[in-house]
């Protein structure tokens, strides 16, 4: 599987801003996808994730309620379309698949393909 990130980009906090990932090389329905972010000197950070068929998806507190991950299995995309961004949402952010079934999501162990990474840098 090969995976493409793009739209990250600098925003004002409070503001918005929508990453996509376009996946090659596999059926789309069927690989879980999801967002890790990393700063410098931190270890890779859970995101969200999406199911396979995009029925059920889930989040890392600290970007629930602001954060919405979609897939579409059509045109082989997912997105994140990030609100209320803060400051410390500042991160390279990696789009990430994987087939394996029953794993923790939260891990990056867990997920088999990794895009190249985007920047969303959050200004105050």
């Known amino acids: 599987v090969q995976l493409q990130a793009s739209g990250g980009g600098l925003v004002q906090a409070g503001g918005s801003l929508t990453l996509s990932c376009a996946a090659s090389g596999r059926a789309f329905s069927t690989i879980t996808m999801g967002w890790f972010r990393q700063t410098p000197g931190k270890e890779r950070e859970f995101v969200a994730a999406?199911?396979?068929?995009?029925?059920?998806?889930g989040y890392a507190d600290s970007v629930k309620g602001r954060f919405t991950i979609t897939k579409d299995n059509v045109k082989n995309t997912m997105s994140l379309q990030m609100n209320s961004l803060k400051t410390e949402d500042t991160a390279i952010y990696y789009c990430?698949?994987?087939?394996?079934?029953?794993?923790?999501?939260?891990?990056?162990?867990?997920?088999?393909?990794w895009g190249q990474g985007t920047l969303v840098t959050v200004s105050s």
């Open positions: 990430a698949a994987t087939s394996r079934l029953y794993t923790d999501r939260t891990q990056a162990a867990s997920w088999d393909y």
């Open positions: 999406i199911t396979r068929r995009g029925g059920s998806s």
